[in-house]
């Protein structure tokens, strides 16, 4: 499975990003301190401003993004620290020129929610037949689907074979809590019928819990080194080391208390709960050889011996063919 994790219950994407705020040796510190982690899967953001933002239309936006650019150098080297830490190595790439540029280097492309509708970039990443997540924000269930259409014209067999998976996602930075409609996972299951995960951009971990507790199989969410520096609003909805390690941990811990199992637990036989707890069926009253059983003769009480309650009424009527004192468990 390309979305599943070897050591969590849910895949996490430690999600650098930008938080490097365009400063190699600061992005090398993230990447190293993400991939020291119990993350499973380390990720970047790849473009150029002018492959992202009209300079014309958003000079403001267009130069934001120039700041936080790495070259395409920088980029590869990251990747490559990624994969020799052994962990997952995974990319928004925001320039259409530099899909294909990093095959190599990326083992599960990311399309962001503001390009979910972008069939460009879907296109040349569907074609690498390399796994894709989709985050879905500012997107409705027909939305959604369109994108999956056009997936299918691209590679009938792309989704089939388990290479696409999808995110809830709620695009505001930070994202109020109650903003974060966690029920809407499980619909999307429902609707889409594959691997359905969240990524998230509200305040410490909570809500990411609690989307793991909604069926969330994929989570993700942005990694810093210093939650509280300023200079960059992404830091503020980002767990550091610490923070994954403890959501992880958590989640760990609770996954062993939603296992399913429908027989006896180890506690159970050792306690003797099967005997102690059930009703056998015992002689209300002293019965002779013969006599017709019936709810007057005839009771259930704990512990469990030889007839299990359950019998009760296929005893009425019958007629017994042992005597039984009062309190006798009822062996016929």
């Known amino acids: 499975m390309y979305f599943t994790s070897k050591i969590n219950p849910v895949l996490f994407i430690a999600e650098v990003g930008s938080n490097h705020e365009g400063n190699f040796l600061e992005a090398k510190k993230l ?11 380390v990720k970047l953001q790849i473009f150029t401003a002018d492959n992202l933002v009209s300079k014309k239309c958003d000079e403001k936006r267009h130069q934001h993004f120039k700041k936080l650019e790495l070259s395409i150098a920088q980029n590869k080297k990251l990747c490559q620290i990624i994969r020799s830490k052994k962990k997952i190595c ?32 879907i296109k040349k990443i569907v074609l690498l037949n390399k796994p894709l997540i989709l985050s879905t924000g500012l997107s409705n269930l027909y939305e959604i ?14 989704i089939k074979s388990g290479k696409l998976a999808i995110l809830h996602c709620n695009t505001a930075y930070p994202t109020p809590k109650e903003d974060s ?28 819990t609690y989307a793991f507790l909604s069926g969330a199989k994929i989570i993700e969410k942005h990694f810093t080194n210093n939650i509280k520096k300023k200079t960059f609003r992404d830091h503020a909805i ?10 992880l941990n958590n989640i760990n811990n609770i996954n062993k208390y939603l296992k399913t199992r429908y027989r006896l637990t180890t506690s159970e036989k050792k306690q003797k709960n ?7 069926i015992y002689a209300k009253k002293d019965i002779q050889k013969g006599e017709i059983l019936s709810s007057k003769n005839l009771i259930c009480l ?22 039984y004192k009062k309190g006798d468990v009822i062996s016929i």
Do not use: M
């Open 31 to 41: 990447i190293l301190n993400a991939c020291s982690s119990n993350a499973d899967v």
């Open 90 to 121: 995974s990319a928004s790439v925001w320039d259409t020129n530099q899909i294909e540029i990093f095959k190599n280097y990326i083992d599960i492309y990311k399309i962001g929610s503001g390009d979910i509708h972008n069939f460009e970039i």
């Open 145 to 158: 689907k369109k994108t999956l259409t056009f997936i299918k014209k691209i590679n009938k067999n792309f």
């Open 181 to 208: 409609y966690l029920g809407t996972i499980n619909y999307l299951k429902q609707k889409i019928k594959i691997i359905v995960g969240f990524s998230d951009h509200s305040i410490g971990e909570d809500v990411i």
């Open 238 to 247: 980002s767990l550091n080391k610490n923070g994954v390690n403890r959501f």
């Open 274 to 280: 099967l005997f102690s707890f059930r009703r056998s």
């Open 302 to 323: 704990r512990p469990y011996k030889k007839i299990s309650s359950s019998n009760f009424f296929n005893l009425i009527k019958k007629k017994s063919k042992n005597k």
